[in-house]
């Protein structure tokens, strides 16, 4: 009787329905939606929309930007520019073949780093390209375990054409040199660099008036009608300063920014790109909660993307681009942008309720970061009783039936911190967002009261 018992629970549990589909994803997935709730917050201020503070903004996001190029200072610290050695040497990792790596490739991979001889250089250097930045001077992949997909843990950033850098010492070969720039640090294809000479240096960085697009993956292309890459929400060009022909009435205005090749000397060239005034504003944005809604719903529904992967956003590319807008320049991990503002509330000694209510009381709706070990999401407000975020994510787990559930979502999402609590049973050890939330850092607040944020860190 037993063993039919075992028998038919087996089969009752195995063959119950696997419905998966996640009650949050029913929420609407559009910010502008949660745009009322927000105006109700006592925390949610007016514009912060003067234009001293603006031009502040401006002026120290463009300092911190073009750092690599007027402050030329070498990341010295070692330990945080070689984090990925602490990694590599607890494990081999797995490769593109979903097999264990070799310990001669790893080995190879350090060697190749050069370590003994960091810094040894600094040459002031662009990117031309879209590209990865590489925790390490290759572009294999590193994966903790066989199912590690989609996190390359070689894979650091993703950078944006007209990114300053500064090149510390070329590896053995010249094929990835190590390099820094004002959010992030590792290895590039020297393919995707080009050579920045002093008078283009100084002509950029005197430059007044930038912009940025208002949609994704805009066409561009140069005055001899050659593709530039697309631009991206939080890409920013430096403007080319327009000269009127005053024989044409009206003058004709047209936009048009530095884009950079490479020249056959290695050396950025530096080429008009047009841009469609429709699709670009001026940077940076004020600071509006409808604003932020509009530029995240440029971004819901798009994949996820770990350090950039293929292009894509993981939570802190997303967040990074978000507040670039608003001349916010946020640093590459979730842990350093939870820190940023010097206004980290702790959140961690409380249990998951008071956590919520602590939040949906005190953050500022569309300008408060939520933190969590690895993790990072933009609270949108309170609907339903509940704290709603925006945020890129993989994938949750839950637990029931003693089996554990692995929930994709893989991409930029609308959610409350009780995501997939439906498909967690009584008994569960996996812990749902709420339970693992951490701490919380209110932007807007942090804009709104000091004249100087670049420079608060």
């Not at 430059?207 to 050659?226: A, C, F, R, S, V």
């Not at 992967?309 to 990074?320: E, I, K, Q, V, W």
């Not at 010097?342 to 998951?352: E, G, H």
Request: hydrophobic letters at 35%; aromatic letters at 14%; a positive charge.
């Amino acid at each position: 009787m037993r063993y039919f018992l075992v028998v038919f629970l087996f089969l009752f549990v195995g063959c119950m329905k696997k419905d998966f589909t996640l009650k949050d994803l029913s929420l609407p997935q559009e910010a502008s939606s949660y745009l009322a709730s927000s105006q109700n917050s006592s925390h949610n201020n007016q514009s912060i929309d003067p234009q001293a503070l603006r031009e502040n903004l401006k002026e120290s996001y463009l300092k911190a930007w073009y750092s690599p190029w007027l402050d030329a200072k070498v990341k010295s610290n070692k330990k945080e520019v070689f984090w990925i050695l602490k990694e590599m040497n607890k494990s081999t990792g797995y490769g593109e073949d979903l097999k264990p790596n070799a310990k001669a490739f790893n080995d190879e991979l350090i060697k190749n780093m050069d370590i003994e001889r960091y810094p040894s250089t600094k040459i002031k250097a662009v990117v031309v390209r879209n590209n990865d930045v590489r925790a390490v001077p290759t572009n294999k992949p590193y994966y903790l375990s066989p199912k590690g997909y989609p996190f390359d843990r070689f894979q650091n950033s993703l950078v944006f054409p007209g990114t300053p850098v500064l090149i510390t010492p070329f590896n053995p070969d010249k094929t990835y040199p190590p390099l820094q720039s004002s959010f992030v640090y590792g290895w590039i294809k020297v393919s995707e660099l080009a050579y920045m000479r002093d008078k283009e240096i100084e002509l950029l960085t005197k430059l007044k008036n930038y912009d940025m697009p208002i949609k994704e993956k805009n066409p561009l292309y140069t005055d001899y009608g050659e593709f530039y890459p697309h631009a991206k929400i939080g890409e920013l060009f430096p403007l080319i300063p327009q000269i009127q022909n005053a024989s044409q009435i009206p003058p004709k205005k047209e936009l048009k920014a530095y884009g950079f090749l490479k020249d056959a000397k290695g050396y950025a060239a530096l080429q008009s790109v047009f841009l469609d005034e429709k699709d670009f504003f001026v940077f940076p944005k004020a600071f509006t909660s409808e604003i932020m809604a509009y530029f995240i719903n440029t971004m819901l529904g798009q994949k996820y993307g770990w350090g950039g992967l293929l292009g894509n956003r993981d939570c802190s590319a997303f967040t990074r681009d978000s507040f670039a807008n608003f001349g916010i320049l946020l640093p590459r991990n979730s842990y350093a942008q939870s820190r940023y503002a010097n206004n980290y509330v702790d959140l961690s000694s409380m249990k998951a309720k008071e956590k919520e209510d602590y939040i949906i009381k005190n953050a500022t709706p569309f300008g408060t970061l939520i933190y969590l070990k690895g993790h990072i999401m933009l609270y949108l407000g309170e609907r339903n009783h509940q704290a709603i975020v925006a945020h890129s994510i993989w994938s949750v787990q839950t637990q029931k039936h003693f089996k554990t559930l692995s929930h994709k979502i893989g991409g930029v999402v609308i959610t409350s911190l009780w995501l997939a609590e439906e498909h967690n049973g009584a008994f569960s050890k996996k812990k749902l967002l709420i339970d693992r939330v951490l701490g919380m850092s209110d932007l807007k607040d942090f804009v709104h009261k000091t004249s100087s944020p670049l420079n608060a860190n």
